[in-house]
């Protein structure tokens, strides 16, 4: 299922869907320069795509990150910060489990 060809077709879902407008325009605004530096923005996205699994974000977001300055040791930090949370949460559900 996953083909970064797919991405080609985000025109024809912006014309099926009024939505797309206003989505790329949040998007563009979310991660440019600001209080947090673009270079940051994108680490985290990095970070958010490695946890949520989309491929699409992480191929997209490795590379912005990159043009911003971001540097292998960088996204290699980023992948083990997602991947203490993601361990982390299932660790706190856990607690689910337990009777007292």
Request: aromatic share 8%.
């Amino acid at each position: 299922m996953y083909d970064m060809k797919n991405l080609n077709k985000l025109g024809a879902l912006g014309k099926n869907a009024e939505a797309m407008k206003a989505f790329e325009a949040f998007d563009i605004a979310a991660l440019k320069d600001g209080a947090i530096p673009k270079k940051y923005k994108e680490l985290i996205a990095v970070a958010v795509a490695l946890t949520t699994q989309c491929p699409y974000c992480l191929e997209l977001h490795k590379d912005f990150a990159i043009k911003a300055g971001a540097t292998e040791e960088e996204l290699a930090e980023v992948t083990f910060v997602a991947a203490a949370l993601r361990a982390g949460a299932a660790v706190v559900h856990g607690t689910h489990l337990m009777k007292g």
